[in-house]
């Protein structure tokens, strides 16, 4: 199979690569970049341990073929915090003991902001919907909703 030139932006920087055309967006951030904060699970689309923006909508990145990011912007966990200072998701996540194995926190974080980028204070449905499809084995869900709802000034991030 022929390699394919691939233009996207990721966590805002440009990358020019060229990857396999059914390399998946998972394998291509993990193996091809080195953004291992996202997270391998189920690899079919049911845990969210791979979720990232993909133009600011949260996506699981194991159903993304490296094609479909062509001229696209993606977004990481890596992506959140600035420099030396944690994005208010992750200050709010440590704040409310919302992190315990950590393997679902990165698509916990990811599809977050998704929901807080377009509704700064969401109920308490609204944020169990948003995190629907992020399975936790730690059972924390309680400390991941209190924190996302109680996250202060994303709008600066
Ligand atoms: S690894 Fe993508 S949804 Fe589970
Ligand atoms: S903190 Fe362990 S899977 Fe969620």
Do not use: W
């Not at 394919?4 to 440009?14: H, M, P, S």
């Not at 194991?62 to 990481?76: K, M, Y």
């Not at 948003?130 to 202060?152: F, H, M, P, W």
Request: glycine residues 10%; hydrophobic residues 35%; contains cysteine.
């Amino acid at each position: 199979m022929k390699n394919v030139l691939i233009k996207t932006t990721i966590n805002g920087k440009q990358v020019e690569l060229d990857v396999r055309p059914n390399m998946t967006l998972l394998d291509f951030l993990r193996d091809e970049m080195g953004l291992t904060g996202t997270k391998r699970g189920c690899e079919v689309g049911e845990c969210g341990a791979c979720t990232v923006l993909l133009n600011g909508q949260a996506v699981n990145s194991c159903l993304i073929l490296v094609p479909q990011i062509d001229g696209q912007e993606i977004l990481t966990v890596e992506g959140l915090a600035q420099g030396e200072k944690l994005h208010p998701l992750q200050e709010s996540f440590l704040d409310h003991d919302a992190v315990h194995c950590g393997f679902c926190t990165p698509g916990m974080l990811i599809s977050a902001k998704a929901l807080l980028d377009h509704t700064p204070d969401p109920s308490e449905e609204e944020t169990r919907v948003a995190i629907s499809g992020n399975l936790c084995r730690c059972s924390g869900y309680q400390q991941i909703v209190d924190a996302i709802r109680e996250t202060k000034h994303v709008g600066e991030s």
